[in-house]
């Protein structure tokens, strides 16, 4: 039987609107891979590239560090946020908190909480519109 080697990691879940990201943050030189495929391919358009890029920039964790992340639900943009939320709760944990004054400082560490409003019933199909009234 072959013997699992157990590689060590850290684990934290960052979410927005919808949006599920559940991170493994590994020490060591590596891509940051979302649902298999490489950041800067997952999330291509070039706004998006420019956050993600930024905030591991910011705390330079390109070289020492990379992750495995799996996001499920939400649109791109409101994975991105919960993948940037994820490493940041990861960043966090590492190094003794290193990082943590500083994440919490941009803001890195507070959930954003703000989704989508539900629909009404008798308000005409949308979340705050008010149904037409008659003309006469």
Request: charged fraction near 30%; hydrophobic fraction near 35%; proline fraction near 1%.
């Amino acid at each position: 039987m072959a013997k699992i080697k157990k590689i060590d990691y850290t684990y934290s879940v960052g979410r927005r609107k919808s949006a599920s990201a559940r991170v493994r943050f590994y020490k060591g030189v590596g891509d940051y891979l979302v649902n298999g495929l490489v950041i800067g391919k997952y999330f291509s358009n070039p706004v998006d590239r420019s956050l993600w890029a930024k905030m591991l920039k910011q705390y330079e964790a390109l070289g020492e560090y990379h992750a495995s992340i799996r996001v499920i639900g939400g649109g791109k943009h409101g994975q991105l946020e919960a993948v940037i939320s994820g490493i940041a709760k990861s960043f966090a944990k590492v190094e003794n908190g290193k990082f943590r004054q500083e994440l919490k400082k941009a803001g890195l560490l507070t959930r954003d909480a703000r989704t989508r409003e539900r629909r009404k019933v008798g308000t005409g199909g949308k979340a705050r519109r008010k149904k037409q009234s008659p003309k006469r």
